[in-house]
């Protein structure tokens, strides 16, 4: 049986480290999920896979639980007498959450371990902007590169002015332009996606990610869908999905981004300017609507940014719950979620400080 480069399925050297820890098991990362059996890929190939009791019974969280593009570490390398058993999940790079269904605070992750998220519009009925800076701040913040797709351009009249529009709130990422149904229409993103690297597309239902992933898998293998009428769209992939490409690299398909809410939202990248103009407001806490001396209504009022693109700060702000705070404060905030478990941040470190005193025998 021939051995896979575990490196070509996106491992990096911080998690080769991690893996060593754990002396006596595999790594493995994982394609898919059904119920509770995972379909994961090792060196020797792919196998199934299933969470031990003891992982079962430590996870606190739906969001402990191993999802697709993570890395895991099992106890064989073929099932061929019984299924390979999870025992321990490797440090995510980067990870997209959503909301567990039937829960009030659980996150579920979504995809994990994503080096490019390709955020998907169509420039038909589906093109609007400020649903291009919602996208841009979910994919900062789950640590992925965002990189703009602007699908169907064959059947737009107004390709300039819309990459105009989208070019000027996402300052610093990569714009494509491309047409699925072109033969090469898709060789522009084809260019992004290298051995080891793992993509993800994004985008409302409808808009070409399914019929993008065909063409890079070189057949027919994800059911496609078109826009509807009241351009809604109908969902194409029902279920997320790791997938090898002949060419190299690796891409996660995931349902319509409407499953996806603004559970967190890296807003100082996506709004820059906003954040640079806050700095220069009075008052630290100002909200930039009515206070004096507020850098941001100065903007507004001289034509150098937009009501609109205020109105979609202060939109995503409030709903990923950041309302009334500065850039400063909402990254303590993310820091303090991230930590709650531990009883904060400080707990946090003195854990860490421990448990490497441990490894070293103090």
Request: glycine share 8%.
């Amino acid at each position: 049986m021939n051995t896979l480069d575990m490196k070509k399925l996106g491992l990096t050297d911080r998690m080769a480290a991690e893996a060593k820890l754990y002396e006596g098991l595999i790594m493995a990362r994982v394609l898919s999920q059904s119920k509770d059996l995972y379909a994961v890929i090792c060196e020797k190939g792919e196998l199934m896979a299933e969470i031990s009791g003891k992982f079962r019974y430590e996870a606190e969280k739906i969001s402990d639980y191993p999802a697709v593009g993570d890395f895991v570490m099992i106890d064989r390398n073929t099932d061929a007498h019984g299924h390979a058993i999870i025992h321990h999940l490797l440090t995510r790079k980067s990870v997209f959450i959503r909301k567990a269904a039937g829960t009030a605070n659980d996150e579920q992750v979504v995809a994990s371990n994503i080096d490019t998220v390709f955020i998907c519009m169509s420039l038909n009925n589906d093109f609007n902007i400020r649903r291009v800076e919602r996208y841009l701040s979910i994919a900062w913040d789950s640590g992925a590169i965002p990189v703009i797709v602007l699908t169907k351009s064959d059947i737009c009249d107004e390709i300039d002015s819309r990459l105009g529009e989208v070019r000027a709130v996402s300052i610093g990422v990569d714009v494509v332009i491309t047409s699925s149904m072109i033969e090469d229409g898709y060789q522009a993103i084809a260019n992004y996606i290298k051995a080891g690297q793992t993509v993800a597309f994004i985008g409302s239902s409808g808009v070409g990610k399914s019929t993008l992933i065909n063409r890079l898998i070189g057949k027919e293998a994800l059911a496609t869908r078109e826009i509807r009428n009241d351009d809604k769209g109908r969902h194409a992939t029902t279920r997320r999905e790791l997938i090898l490409l002949p060419a190299g690299g690796m891409v996660i398909d995931t349902p319509g981004m409407r499953e996806i809410g603004l559970e967190s939202a890296d807003l100082a990248r996506t709004f820059a300017e906003i954040d640079e103009l806050s700095l220069k407001c009075k008052f630290q806490d100002c909200t930039h609507t009515s206070e004096p001396q507020c850098a941001v209504q100065q903007a507004i009022a001289d034509g150098s940014l937009s009501d609109d693109r205020l109105e979609s700060y202060l939109k995503l702000k409030k709903e990923a719950k950041y309302e009334g705070l500065n850039s400063r404060q909402i990254e303590n905030a993310k820091i303090t979620e991230m930590f709650a478990d531990m009883g904060g941040i400080k707990n946090a470190r003195k854990f860490a400080k421990d448990k490497n005193h441990k490894k070293q025998g103090y």
